[in-house]
């Protein structure tokens, strides 16, 4: 399988971090900064995106990350989520079922 150029940037980044405390505390300050000025490069965002990272290295938590709110009328939702709103469930209900936990 050959890695997108964000997927082979991350994976540099994580190396890193996973052995340099220093790198990882300055890439939570400043990613883009911090990428580029390790890596040559950034990583490739949608438009209006910045890039936001979070410390989830203790594996003695479960981490919850909060996705914005979606809009129902973009989004294609599968056959367990229709059946999900179909039975009275509501956005959020749907959201957190598409989540890998």
Not at 34 to 63: H, M, W
């Amino acid at each position: 399988m050959r890695l997108s150029k964000n997927q082979q940037i991350l994976s540099k980044v994580l190396e890193k971090v996973w052995e340099d405390e220093e790198f990882k505390n300055r890439l939570i300050q400043d990613p883009t900064k911090v990428i580029r000025e390790n890596f040559g490069e950034t990583l490739d965002l949608p438009a209006g995106k910045t890039l936001a990272v979070v410390d989830q290295t203790d594996s003695s938590k479960f981490y919850l990350n909060l996705p914005p709110e979606p809009n129902m009328d973009e989004i294609e939702l599968t056959d367990e989520q229709l059946e999900l709103i179909a039975g009275g469930g509501s956005d959020a209900q749907v959201a957190a079922s598409a989540q890998n936990i």
